[in-house]
Structure formats: structure tokens, C-alpha cells
């Protein structure tokens, strides 16, 4: 769903989106304070996590840089470049690699030692963030000068290490000016998708990152029941932002969260409009933090007080829809038909045809990128195989949804990771609208940390 490196999911409104999700982060109202003594009893008791995360060390990053250079020479890819602010990057190197207009390229060659390429007055930055990283100080960098072409740089460097032909991948996050302008300086280079290299080795997750990703599932569930539990009717969303942002702090992540509000739940995406809490209100909270570069993406639908008996048939549907994912993900199964499985119960509930009420597919990749490779839909387009099937160690969302415009909407939402024997949901699914919360660990009894 969102990223909490870019651009909330909502933010495709428009720019003030992207500020409303950062000002989802800090609290707007002066009312919720940053003391445990006056917080709202079930954020004050939420237990500090953030010590439970370890960090990547450099041994591991060289051993996907190790994987990735056998996927090079399995798709007959000579070499890759990762350019400005790759997530790719980190996940290799460790390198978010900021650099606007100008060029940051990571190149990492299949035979040959790594190298940097970026502005000459950056070298002494460029080799200080090298030198924590996996290659350390001995990083070959090459710059140029701002009146010379930095495409040219990049040619150079790969000349240096035979390839004065060959493939060249290049990230498909890439601006168009970079790659046509790598393409231009080098026309004795074939150039084509890296994805079959970065996504081969980030889609399959291994027990450090997994172990991330639950503890970011964890600490986002425990944030959305506190949250939960601390409202009342005439709250804003603006309250709410606040709350969450607080629970946050507590627990000691980065994280941000949505809600909508009766007849906005009914919007996938939601609404930048004003929303108050009444009793009976049906609510949506989404989104997720981040834990260590790897973010959980969870929803939780439920209602303030009672819900109507078209709201629980609702669910219900939604809830069998989401089991039905859940029984057909498994190594080997197109993701298609996950999708398909999930949807049949929907349509067959009638709530069709196809895309009528659940409006989108019913899962992505997760994993240092929100949304990520694979995606659980028939003719995924935004992937590099347009009919992938599941591996052991993939990642994803499980949320199918009903969305019943001028009414209300139910989404439910946990992250799902391929086993070797099908796959489970690393939090509780939601037993019901009243009681979305049961199933998990016993609310926190002291506000010891």
C-alpha cells in the first residue's frame, strides 16, 4: 500500500497528500502529550519493540551481492546500475543514493569489483558512506566534473573491467533521463531490465528479513488496537493521526496510518476530506511502520459501538475471501489464482461481476518497498514475468475488500509469507467488526520502558 521512504498511497491525490501523510507523523494538537502519564491509557502501555530489531550487517549484504551476481549470469547480464535513491541500493550496499539532477549510479558487474560514479565535489561524501558499507574503504568511486558527462564516467568504469560490449540492467526505478543518457554515451552496450536481478534476490526473503517483517507486523497490530481502544465519538481524523503517531513513539518505530470513516471506507484509497467519529461509525485504519528498511501493511475495519447486519455480512464475505487466498497461496501456484480464489467468494457472494466491488487486486509484495514484486493478480504488468508463480520466502498483502459506494467499505489486511509447505498470515486475522482485535497477545499490563 504506502512507503514510508516516499509518498503515502493516498498521496497520488495531489502534492498535499504526500504532506498530509508526513504530518500523519507528528502530533497537530498539543492535547496528546508526549508524557505516558497523560497519553491514553492503552498507548501509555504499549511496550517499547525497538529493541528487539537487529540490523543488517555487511556480511549479509555481500552475500546478496553474492546472489545476485549468479541471477547476472543466469539472465547473461553482465553488470547493473542502481541510480539515485535506489532501495535496491540499500538493500545491497547499504547506499540510499541521493543525488537529484546528478548522477549516482551503484555498478555492480558480475565479474569485478563494484564501483560508484558521482560528482566530483561529492567524492569525500560518497567514500564516508562507502566505507561503513560492504565494500569498505577500498570502494572504487569515479567522478566527474559538473561540465563533463557522468554517462561517460559510467562507460569508462565498465570499460575498465572488459566490458566494452555486453548487457548492461539497468534499475527500473531509473529517471528516463539517466538511462537514455547512459544509452547515448554507450551505444556498444545492450541495455535491459535489471529486475530479474534485483527483484530475483529481494523478492525471496530470507530469516532475518522475515523476522523484521513480523516484528513490524506486530508492532503496527498492537499500535491499531491501542489506538482503537483510545476513541471516541466526535474525534477527528486529525485526533486519530495523532494518537497513532503517539503509539508509535511508544513503541519505537516510524510509522504512519490512514483512517477513514463511514461512507469514505468505501474509497480503496480513502479521502483528504474532513471525517468525525459517531457512535455506530464504521472505520478503516491502514498502513504500517518500519522496522530496520522493511514495512508491514496492515488493515483493520471494525465499527465504534454496533454494527448494522449488512455490515457483518459484509465482513464475513470479506473474511471467507480472505481465508480463500490464504488456502490457495503456495510454492508453485501461478499468483493469479490466489487472486482468483479470493475473488470467486466475493462474486459468488454477490458482489460482482469481476472488479465491480472488489476493486483491486488482492495482494503486492512486501517488503523494504511496500508494494514490491510479486503482485497476486492475473497479467501482473509491473513485474519483469508477466505469470510468476510463488516461491517459499515470498511476502505479500492479503486484503480483499468489499466497497459499497455512499455506503461503506470492509478491507481486511495481513501480510502473508510463502512457506515451504503453503503459507501463513504473520498476525491474527480479524474475528469480527466488534472485536477486530481478538486472537492476539494480552493487552500490555504496566507502562514499564
Not at 528487539?52 to 552475500?63: G, H, I, K, S
Not at 547476472?72 to 541521493?98: E, G, Q
Not at 518500519?290 to 448494522?308: C, H, N, P
Amino acid at each position: 500500500m504506502s512507503t514510508l521512504h516516499t509518498m503515502s498511497r493516498r498521496g497520488f491525490l495531489g502534492a498535499s497528500g504526500a504532506l498530509a501523510a508526513t504530518a500523519a507523523l507528528v502530533p497537530p494538537r498539543a492535547a496528546i502529550s508526549e508524557t505516558a502519564a497523560q497519553l491514553p491509557p492503552a498507548i501509555a502501555a504499549l511496550p517499547v519493540l525497538s529493541g528487539l530489531a537487529r540490523p543488517f550487517t555487511n556480511a549479509e549484504r555481500l552475500a546478496r551481492i553474492e546472489r545476485a551476481r549468479q541471477l547476472m549470469a543466469a539472465d547473461k547480464i553482465d553488470a547493473i546500475v542502481l541510480a539515485n535513491s535506489t532501495t535496491s541500493s540499500v538493500y545491497f550496499a547499504n547506499m540510499r543514493l541521493y543525488g537529484g539532477e546528478r548522477l549516482w549510479a551503484l555498478v555492480i558487474p558480475a565479474k569485478g569489483k563494484p564501483f560508484l560514479v558521482c560528482p566530483a565535489f561529492e567524492e569525500g561524501r560518497a567514500r564516508e558512506t562507502l566505507a561503513t558499507g560492504p565494500f569498505g574503504k577500498e570502494a572504487d568511486v569515479l567522478t566527474w566534473q559538473e561540465d563533463e558527462s557522468p554517462f561517460a564516467a559510467l562507460g569508462k568504469g565498465l570499460a575498465d573491467r572488459g566490458l566494452t560490449s555486453g548487457t548492461v540492467g539497468l534499475d527500473e526505478n531509473m529517471a528516463f533521463v539517466f538511462s537514455e543518457g547512459i544509452r547515448a554515451a554507450n551505444p556498444h552496450l545492450t541495455l535491459v531490465s535489471a529486475s530479474p536481478v534485483t527483484a530475483g534476490c529481494r523478492m525471496i526473503k530470507d530469516g532475518h528479513e522475515i523476522e523484521c517483517l513480523r516484528l513490524a507486523c506486530r508492532a503496527t497490530l498492537l499500535v491499531y488496537r491501542a489506538v482503537a481502544h483510545s476513541l471516541h465519538p466526535g474525534m477527528t481524523t486529525i485526533d486519530v493521526h495523532s494518537l497513532v503517531a503517539a503509539a508509535y513513539k511508544r513503541v519505537g518505530f516510524q510509522g504512519e496510518a490512514s483512517l477513514n470513516i463511514d461512507e469514505f471506507t468505501a474509497l480503496p484509497h480513502g479521502s483528504r476530506q474532513p471525517q468525525t467519529l459517531h457512535e455506530g461509525s464504521i472505520l478503516m485504519l491502514d498502513d504500517g511502520c518500519d522496522v530496520e528498511g522493511y514495512t508491514s501493511d496492515i488493515t483493520r475495519t471494525f465499527v465504534l459501538g454496533k454494527a448494522s447486519d449488512k455490515m457483518k455480512s459484509v465482513f464475513d464475505l470479506v473474511h471467507r475471501a480472505q481465508s480463500a487466498a490464504l488456502a490457495a497461496a503456495r510454492p508453485g501456484v501461478p499468483t493469479g489464482e490466489v487472486d482468483a480464489a479470493a475473488r470467486k467468494v466475493i462474486v459468488d457472494g454477490g458482489y460482482g461481476p469481476g472488479f465491480t466491488y472488489f476493486s483491486h487486486r488482492v495482494g503486492h509484495g512486501i517488503g523494504m518497498d511496500m508494494h514490491e514484486w510479486p503482485y497476486l493478480v492475473k497479467n501482473d504488468m509491473y513485474g519483469y514475468d508477466l505469470q510468476p508463480r510463488l516461491n517459499a520466502g515470498n511476502l505479500f498483502s492479503d486484503e480483499p475488500g468489499v466497497y459499497i459506494r455512499g455506503e461503506f467499505g470492509v478491507r481486511l489486511e495481513d501480510d502473508m509469507l510463502i512457506t515451504e509447505a503453503g503459507a501463513e498470515l504473520l498476525t491474527p486475522q480479524s474475528p469480527s467488526l466488534e472485536d477486530p482485535f481478538g486472537g492476539m497477545e494480552p493487552e500490555p499490563s504496566s507502562t514499564k520502558g
